[in-house]
């Protein structure tokens, strides 16, 4: 008699991961950047950065 093998999927979904500057998700597809150990959308992170170079200047 044969038995039956057991299927098992390995999740591969992950926990959401949202933008610190915008507060919006970030999809699994988009680029991102880690600084500090936040995460930011890229477009977010060079405002950010560019904001905190004016500030500095100042």
């Excluded at 880690?34 to 905190?52: P, T």
Aim: charged share 30%.
């Amino acid at each position: 008699m044969k038995t039956a093998k057991a299927k098992t999927a390995a999740p591969s979904i992950s926990q959401p991961v949202w933008c610190q500057r915008c507060c919006i998700r970030i999809a699994p597809y988009d680029l991102r950047t880690v600084y500090q150990g936040r995460d930011y959308h890229r477009d977010c992170f060079v405002k950010l950065s560019q904001e905190n170079g004016k500030a500095r200047k100042n």
